[in-house]
């Protein structure tokens, strides 16, 4: 079966920083593209960043970029998002997911969720 | 305000036909395969389906349609464990960037 799992969040001052951690297993991890997304309290789902699998084609949502950094380890089936300069509204739980394959809707579109690790900025 | 648009909510009774709307434009909807999502009160999302095909686990009472740059989830028979949020999303090339409808809250009366 196909698990993530979140780890690393945590309550953080504004302008500290946090490195959240999904570990994979399941699947052929440096074949699949990955995504953070996150919800912040009582709203929906935001696209964070992806990565493609073999780590070269980062994407990042304009709230984030320049802030957060996405990463992998193909050889520990680990994906990263360290986050800086963090403000209160980065508050929300950071779900990390899985691509599928074909072309670039379908590789980053998830079909494999994490149950999320929970960042509050205060 | 998100890049996509879906209906607030949407209510039907069990076994009754609801269908989700997301209208995007023709940088996303238009060129890219939509996926939806259902999130039950707050729990992680879990996949429904990426363009034509139906996630693992997922009831073939679950289908969707895309038309232009509008896209659709029918539920037909509705359940009551239907009842949930259910978010939309593909990939948008002018953004280069993932993006979310709103969400539709889905009530079984």
């Known amino acids: 079966d196909v698990q993530l799992l979140e780890s690393g969040g945590g309550l953080v001052q504004p302008g500290g920083s946090l490195r959240l951690s999904c570990a994979a297993s399941?699947?052929?991890?440096?074949?699949?593209?990955l995504s953070w997304v996150r919800q912040a309290p009582g709203k929906g789902l935001e696209w964070v960043s992806s990565l493609s699998g073999g780590g070269n084609s980062a994407y990042y949502a304009a709230s984030v970029k320049g802030r957060f950094t996405i990463s992998r380890d193909n050889s520990k089936n680990i994906l990263s998002l360290q986050m800086n300069s963090l403000r209160a509204e980065d508050t929300a739980v950071y779900y990390c997911?899985?691509?599928?394959?074909?072309?670039?809707?379908?590789?980053?579109?998830?079909?494999?969720w994490g149950h999320g690790t929970t960042v509050i900025v205060s | 305000q998100s890049a996509l648009t879906q209906e607030v909510s949407v209510s039907g009774t069990v076994g009754q036909k609801v269908t989700l709307s997301c209208s995007g434009n023709s940088n996303n909807i238009g060129s890219f395969a939509v996926a939806w999502y259902q999130q039950i009160s707050h729990d992680a999302p879990k996949t429904v389906m990426v363009?034509?095909y139906l996630a693992s686990g997922i009831p073939d009472r679950f289908s969707g349609s895309k038309s232009g740059t509008t896209a659709s989830l029918t539920i037909s028979g509705l359940q009551p464990e239907d009842e949930a949020d259910y978010y939309c999303?593909?990939?948008?090339?002018?953004?280069?960037?993932?993006?979310f409808g709103g969400g539709t809250k889905v009530t079984v009366l």
């Open positions: 399941g699947f052929t991890f440096s074949s699949f593209g």
């Open positions: 997911g899985k691509g599928g394959t074909g072309t670039t809707d379908y590789y980053y579109a998830i079909n494999v």
């Open positions: 999303s593909t990939w948008d090339y002018s953004l280069s960037a993932w993006v």
């Open positions: 363009g034509h």
